[in-house]
């Protein structure tokens, strides 16, 4: 059993590797969209583009005593393409939870503030607080943990 497994996660990260990035959303009218970093709600994953972004959706949440989780990703990574739907779907699942995607490539000072260093790894933030951190692409455990601190 445990082979198979292998085998699966070694396909999947050989699949993975070789599919291509999904693009940025385009520009209306040659002008870049801007995501509103003041808006805090759940039921969508929220791509901020900086680290103050980050921050002041963090202090919109912590206001609210909501959990921000934050995903960090890169488009190379095979295990960040393989969780990027679960993320989503979970994100549809928990309305009173907030959910950030942040390249770390795009974004490096969010992923060198939280010390970011593998990928995908997951924080959980809430009152300002990091109250947990998870690394790896783990569905069951990030729901789980979710489901701990909401």
């Known amino acids: 059993m445990i082979r198979f497994q292998l085998a699966l996660l070694f396909v999947w990260n050989v699949i993975m590797i070789h599919a291509t990035p ?3 959303p385009t ?3 040659g002008v870049p969209q801007r995501i509103p970093a003041l808006q ?4 969508s994953v929220v791509e901020p583009d900086t680290l103050e972004d980050v ?9 609210e005593s909501k959990l921000v989780v934050i995903d960090f990703t890169a488009t190379w990574c095979g295990p960040c393409k393989m969780i990027s739907p679960v993320f989503h779907e979970l994100s549809d699942s928990f309305d009173d939870v907030v959910f950030l995607k942040v390249d770390v490539d795009e ?5 060198a503030k939280y010390n970011v260093s593998a990928m995908p790894t997951f924080l959980f933030i809430k009152g300002g607080e990091i109250v947990d951190r998870m690394m790896g692409a783990n569905p069951t455990k990030l729901q789980e943990l979710i489901e701990e601190h909401k």
């Open 22 to 24: 999904s693009p940025r």
């Open 107 to 111: 974004n490096p000072d969010t992923a």
């Open 40 to 43: 805090v709600r759940g039921g």
């Open 55 to 63: 921050e002041d959706i963090l202090l919109k949440a912590g206001a």
């Open 27 to 29: 520009p209306l009218f």
